[in-house]
């Protein structure tokens, strides 16, 4: 299968040039299978689910469960433990929301999270950060010092949407599992990067978005060990997740269902499934490897630039997301994207990628991103370096 | 294609404008007459358009031995953004001071705002704050934050639909306290603030006078700006990649006012693009620049229709002048019959239909037209649109429908009229 003929929306041209998208970390684009997905509930079994007794029903009911199946599968996970949410931010509000937290109570992240995996902590309790080494990275090994008796979370990206490198995971669970307090990855950009087996990564909450995994936006998975997903108690209530209702209370359905209020995202699941089961196809070993390539044929293209300088930069080992500053007084980092969009035809980044606490830490007001995927190809990663040679040169 | 009218040609020197270009990659390949005069040598020119320029940048314009890198951090040149979505935006370079240079060059030679630019004097900018990300603001930013050198801008928001009464009564404060000599504004979104002043019964500053530029000014906003503060109004036309090039004077005619530049107006005659019953003085402005020497332009497509005139202005300036901007080529309509409308003869339709305070007019289908509209009072002017838009365009459907407002494009800029 041609990865990329999969992708109708690359066959247009930006200004007479080939669209060269390397805004993946952004949003994925979608494949037509996922397109098909979606049409197929429009035009065949449009319906509710978990309620309509007649065959409508039972095919998206059907097609929902499945997609749960189907996201377990990639998480190598149990399917009651995957709840279906909007997106990795929801996901981890959801979590925050439901872990009963104190306003005392401390949770341990990096300052190199997204604002998705830090403003829903820091607006409840007191946030603890990880120090940066001087490469620019979270240094784990002080972990142990800084987790307390009142540490009730420690939270990771397991991709970074910055500088593209892969948290460390294994320092973190160790430390995790020995004071017994719950792991939670951010997993939003590692998807289409890296394969994501929970049961390897020993984690005990991955949030994902759909839209980063080449599905479409609006559904997300929180994953959650069972044994958490008990403890929580669901913040959302509403149709759907009651098991029995009266006029003086109500019981709530088991895990997973408990935390779905209202209509999900029904046509986006299948979408997502549909997404899932095209990567899967392509192989998520083959996905890393590829996204690793090109993550180092970026890093090589760059690093010896004296006009741009790159986030995180003695580190080669990484996938295919890389930011740099634009060190050419009187040229922004949006003026820099502006000029690759719109004389190339290549798709950036440029700003702080919602990661404003990281950018004030290293010093710079803004920084140009690109990201790849698996349809990005060697070639593009080519046309946009020879670009930035011309710019820069 | 035949001329209309050329504007600048006495101050042109084909020699000047070869030394600006030649050594720009980007017109390597122009043939170059040097001694038929300035018209010869604008006759050999062949045009180009905005991709071009697109295409272009910044490789285009390097001379030889200079890289983008050296040249952006030696701070002689900048790189300029134009509004527009990013379909229609262009990055330009300019020369350090050129835009003021030739800006304040325009209205020193204004009779009646020449005199009137003394050492001390401020202007207030009302516009969309997207419109330079180095200058205008976006978001809560004080009045000293938006105070540069002898400018304030006012707007800190992007959809002027959006201004609340404080907002506005804080620009309107702004102003009291800034008592700048002139504005320079967005028609839209000063006849905004016009109104809300007309509204809130709230004392007008009393502005020497006002410049109205940045887009397409309708007649509905000039009328109702020109009839709240009472002082003169001028339209001043330019383009952010090639400089200014008409200001109106007091007669109401737009006369040239560019400096090292050349202004040619091409007919659109009947049968270019099938169109039909256009006036034989329209025709697209085409612009030829020298000043900017980062950035010259050769017979440059500016997309914007204006219709001409010849005889000499009751002000007694000389030489052919502008008599009406008719708005952009992409805002014509176009019926099946090849007859066409630009946004300034649907605006001169409109215009004048008590109630009205904006419009869009978007053609739905070949033959059909529907104009969102904004009512200023409680008369409803939607019957008279409809009667008043028939009368132009004969057996054409036509609707009205009011709305509450209507929405700029991502630039801030608006459109009175979208073709199919
Ligand atoms: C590392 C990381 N976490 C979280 C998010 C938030 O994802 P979403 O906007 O889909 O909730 C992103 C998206 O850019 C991300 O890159
Ligand atoms: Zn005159």
């Known amino acids: ?393 | 294609m035949e001329i209309a009218a050329r504007f600048g040609t006495d101050g042109a020197s084909p020699r000047a404008v070869h030394d600006v270009v030649k050594d720009l990659p980007i017109y390597a390949d122009r043939p170059f007459c040097l001694t038929d005069g300035t018209d010869g040598f604008l006759d050999a020119l062949p045009f180009m358009t905005k991709a071009d320029l697109r295409r272009y940048f910044p490789h285009g314009f390097l001379r030889p031995g200079t890289s983008f890198a050296s040249l952006i951090a030696s701070k002689k040149v900048e790189v300029v953004r134009t509004s527009g979505t990013s379909s229609d935006r262009l990055q330009v370079l300019w020369d350090a001071d050129w835009w003021e240079r030739q800006e304040a060059a325009a209205l020193k030679s204004h009779a009646y705002i020449g005199p009137r630019m003394t050492g001390e004097y401020t202007e207030a900018v009302l516009t969309t704050p997207l419109c330079s990300e180095s200058v205008c603001k976006t978001g809560p930013a004080t009045m000293e934050e938006r105070r540069v050198d002898n400018l304030l801008f006012l707007n800190t928001q992007h959809d002027p639909s959006r201004w609340t009464h404080s907002d506005l009564a804080r620009m309107a404060d702004e102003i009291d306290r800034f008592r700048p000599a002139a504005i320079e504004a967005d028609p839209v979104y000063l006849a905004v603030l016009a109104r809300h002043l007309r509204d809130s019964r709230r004392p007008v500053f009393k502005f020497d006078w006002i410049i109205l530029t940045y887009e397409f000014v309708s007649a509905i906003d000039k009328t109702a700006i020109r009839g709240l503060f009472g002082c003169p109004v001028f339209e001043f036309y330019g383009l952010t990649e090639a400089g200014v090039f008409f200001l109106e004077c007091p007669k109401g005619r737009h006369h040239f006012c560019g400096s090292d530049s050349v202004v040619e107006v091409f007919r659109v005659t009947e049968g270019d693009d099938g169109w039909r019953g256009l006036p034989v003085n329209t025709g697209e402005a085409v612009v030829t620049t020298w000043g900017n020497s980062a950035a010259p332009l050769l017979r440059y497509r500016t997309g914007d229709l204006v219709t001409v005139g010849v005889d000499r202005c009751a002000c007694g300036a000389p030489g052919p002048t502008v008599l009406s901007f008719e708005g952009r080529i992409r805002d014509v309509i176009k019926l099946p019959d090849g007859k066409v409308f630009t946004p300034r003869l649907i605006d001169d339709t409109l215009f004048g239909i008590p109630g009205l305070a904006q419009y869009v007019c978007v053609q739905e289908g070949p033959d059909s037209m529907r104009v969102d509209y904004v009512s200023d009072g409680p008369r409803d002017p939607g019957g008279e649109i409809v009667s008043q838009l028939h009368s132009i365009l004969g057996t054409a459907r036509v609707a009205a429908r009011s709305a509450p407002f209507i929405t700029p494009e991502q630039s801030g800029k608006y459109r009175t009229a979208v073709p199919l």
């Open chain 1, 1 to 393: 299968m041609s990865i990329r003929s999969e992708f109708p929306i690359l066959n247009q041209t930006i200004h007479g040039m080939p669209v060269t998208y390397l805004d993946s970390a952004s949003t994925s684009l979608k494949p037509r299978c996922v397109l098909e997905a979606i049409r197929k509930y429009y035009e065949e079994a449009t319906a509710n689910v978990h309620r309509s007794t007649h065959l409508f029903g039972e095919t998206a009911t059907q097609g929902y469960e499945d997609a749960r199946n189907r996201a377990a599968h990639f998480l190598n996970a149990r399917p009651d433990e995957i709840v279906f949410v909007r997106n990795t931010t929801e996901a981890v509000n959801l979590v925050a929301l439901s872990l009963r937290l104190e306003k005392d109570d401390e949770i341990l992240i990096t300052p190199l999270e997204h604002h998705s995996n830090q403003l829903p902590w820091a607006s409840k309790v007191k946030v603890v950060y990880v120090p940066l080494r001087p490469d620019g990275l979270p240094d784990s090994s002080r972990l142990e010092d800084l987790v307390t008796p009142r540490t009730k979370l420690m939270g990771l990206g397991l991709l970074s949407n910055v500088t593209g490198t892969r948290g460390d995971v294994e320092v973190w669970r160790e430390v995790a599992s020995k004071r017994g307090i719950p792991f939670l990855l951010d997993a939003s950009q590692a998807g289409g990067h890296m394969p994501m087996d929970v049961q390897k990564l020993g984690c005990d909450f991955l949030a994902f978005s759909g839209h980063k995994v080449c599905g479409p936006s609006g559904i997300g998975v929180l994953w959650g060990k069972r044994s958490w997903l008990e403890q929580m108690a669901p913040p959302f209530l509403g149709g759907g997740m009651v098991h029995e209702s009266r006029l003086d209370g109500y019981t709530v359905k088991e895990v997973p269902w408990c935390f779905e209020a209202g209509t999900p995202n029904v046509e986006g699941a299948m979408g997502l499934a549909a997404a899932l089961e095209f990567l899967e196809k392509i192989g998520m070993k083959n996905v890393e490897d590829h996204s690793k390539e090109l993550g180092r044929q970026m890093y090589d293209g760059l690093k010896g630039n004296r006009q741009l300088r790159l986030v995180a930069d003695q580190t080669s080992e990484r996938y295919g997301i890389v930011s740099f500053f634009v060190d050419i007084p009187g040229l922004s980092a949006e003026a820099f994207g502006r000029i690759m969009a719109d004389t190339y035809g290549i798709l950036l980044s440029a700003g702080k990628h919602c990661t404003h606490p990281y950018h004030d830490l290293i010093g710079f007001s803004a920084t140009v991103r690109a990201s790849t995927h698996v349809y990005t190809t060697e070639d593009e990663v080519n046309r946009f370096l020879d670009a930035v040679r011309e710019i820069t040169g």
